[in-house]
């Protein structure tokens, strides 16, 4: 996996991550040439089953600076590739158990390909919140002791 084009930082905040799965996008060409220049926005998108397929919501891929007329709609609902298995299995999950769909990373595989790490995702209340924000806090703080006891 090379360098991410774009990515949802503030989901394992927001969310206890089940899964995660690599999925294709299907783009136009000025979407493709937008995020060859690295323009992109998943932070406020999710993904939502439509009929038996599953559709990137919200995601922001600006305009193409360089196309005339026939340049994309920029929050457009994107369809999503993977395996007929895997729509299944997370049609699945959403509709049985409340699972979100959350995009993770947009990158470029080896390949040239524009793929989408999703997960899986059970949102956290408040508390769960607060408690992963002590524990990130406590492992910086512990780190720093560590460091300080090395030295001396």
């Known amino acids: 996996m090379t360098k991410p084009i774009a990515e ?14 690599e999925a294709g996008l299907m783009l136009t060409g000025t979407e493709v ?13 999710y993904a939502s089953v ?3 397929t599953i559709k990137l919501i919200n995601a ?9 007329r026939f340049n ?7 369809t999503l590739l993977l395996h007929r298995k895997q729509i299944d299995k997370l049609i699945g999950a959403v509709q049985r158990d409340g699972r979100t769909l959350i995009p993770l990373k947009l990158y470029w595989n080896e390949k ?10 059970k949102g956290k209340k408040n508390h769960d919140k607060r408690e992963t924000e002590a524990a990130r806090d406590w492992q910086r703080d512990k780190a720093r002791l560590m460091k300080g006891d090395r030295g001396d």
């Open 8 to 21: 949802n930082r503030r989901a394992r905040y927001d969310y206890f991550i089940e899964e995660t799965m």
């Open 33 to 45: 040439k937008s995020l060859r220049v690295g323009r992109a926005n998943i932070a406020e998108s």
């Open 50 to 52: 439509e009929g038996r």
């Open 60 to 68: 922001d891929i600006p305009p193409y600076g360089h196309a005339n």
């Open 72 to 78: 994309h709609e920029p929050r457009r609902h994107r």
């Open 112 to 121: 040239g390909l524009a793929k989408l790490e999703i997960g899986l995702a």
